[in-house]
């Protein structure tokens, strides 16, 4: 057994998972309650656009063990994985396989969200884009897969329970402290400062882009416009 | 005595008669009427309670109009059978309106209970408790849509 301590998660990642995870468990609350509560579903609608688009840049520009290109997996990946030939650090390739379904699952969610309408007095940031024929379509698709998306959490779960009880491998420390004892690898490198900044620059035009801010603005009526009855 | 009688028997019919004239296509063009013009009044209190300039008036005529409608009986337009059919757009209503009456029944008397709740915060004035009770309205608004309102 290798007793090699490396760096596996950088700051960024850990920060990123954890920020997701909290705040997709406050999306499915407030979602599920609405009343006044569906006005913080829509900003942690933003929020967690702004989370997603910060990662889909770090799977390029950040560390090591957070890009892409280190754990996508292939179907030869897979099957080395599941015959127990695979060996490496990071996301494993059936581990990958739920980090890319919970992103793109992700991605959808929000941008059905963006444009989706509640029927009563809520509409998405962005729904005046689109016909309400359409947001009411993707209001639908945001409510059926909204159970689709906490299935795939509970099993997110579920299997860390299992790598931590059966595998005896406890996945969570290396997610809060970004070091792993016994690995099998080298540190993570890459992923500077300025990359951060990029990452960072790109999540906050997304976050614009997701409010609607840039919308233009319904000028309200004239004063004397509107009829006494 | 015996002309009374018969008065109240006519009227009896014709007061039956009158839910059951209105016709399918119709009703569901009702119902749908109904709960587009609540929107409307939905959308008139949210946009006073957040646009900071909180017009009293606008909010009462606004939560009385819904308030109305959610007293008006709308129930009667559920006919047999209308869980299929167009209106303005087909409709939504899902036929559990139909067998799960009991459920239906304490959905409907809540959404009741906050649109006249609705109207006398309304009638008050105080911008913050208009806000908490527009979201308690909308939160009875869900409870139904969530179970009887079909997903497009």
Redesign the interface.
């Known amino acids: 057994m290798n007793s090699k301590r490396i760096f596996l998660w950088d700051l960024p990642t850990r920060l990123f998972h954890w920020l997701l995870g909290a705040s997709v468990v406050a999306a499915v609350v407030t979602g599920q309650i609405g009343g006044n509560l569906i006005e913080w579903h829509g900003k942690i609608g933003i929020l967690i656009a702004g989370l997603l688009v910060f990662r889909l840049v770090w799977g390029v520009l950040g560390s090591t063990y957070a890009r892409f290109a280190h754990f996508f997996p292939t179907p030869a990946k897979i099957k080395a994985y599941l015959s127990g030939q695979w060996r490496g650090e990071g996301h494993n390739p059936l581990g990958a396989l739920s980090v890319f379904g919970l992103i793109a699952l992700l991605l959808v969610q929000v941008g059905s969200g963006l444009l989706a309408n509640d029927d009563i007095a809520f509409t998405g940031p962005l729904a005046d884009l689109v016909s309400r024929e359409v947001s009411n379509r993707l209001t639908g698709v945001h409510h059926l897969l909204s159970n689709v998306l906490i299935g795939l959490v509970v099993l997110h779960v579920a299997a860390i329970a299992f790598y931590a009880h059966v595998k005896k491998q406890n996945l969570v420390k290396p997610m809060v402290t970004g070091w792993k004892d016994d690995a099998d690898g080298e540190s993570a490198r890459g992923g500077g400062f300025l990359a951060l900044l990029v990452a960072l620059a790109i999540a906050l035009a997304a976050i614009y882009g997701a409010s609607g801010a840039w919308l233009p603005e319904v000028p309200p009526p004239a004063v004397g416009e509107v009829p006494t009855w | 005595m015996k002309s009374k009688l018969l008065l109240s028997l006519l009227a009896i019919t014709m007061a039956g008669a009158a839910v059951a004239q209105v016709k399918p296509e119709d009703a569901i063009k009702f119902r749908q009427s109904g709960?587009g013009f609540m929107?409307w009044n939905?959308?008139r209190?949210?946009m006073n309670v957040e646009g900071g300039n909180f017009n009293k008036e606008e909010v009462v005529k606004a939560a009385n109009a819904i308030q109305a409608i959610a007293n008006s009986g709308m129930g009667a337009l559920y006919l047999p059978g209308t869980d299929k059919g167009t209106g303005w757009e087909p409709t939504r209503a899902k036929a559990n309106i139909w067998t799960d009456k009991e459920k239906l029944g304490k959905v409907a008397m809540e959404f009741n209970k906050e649109a006249n709740e609705m109207a006398k915060v309304a009638a008050t004035g105080d911008a913050a408790a208009v806000?908490?009770q527009?979201?308690?309205l909308?939160?009875t608004?869900?409870g139904c849509?969530d179970d009887f309102?079909a997903?497009?």
């Open positions: 709960y929107a939905m959308q209190i949210k806000g908490v527009l979201g308690k909308g939160g608004c869900k849509h309102k997903k497009k």
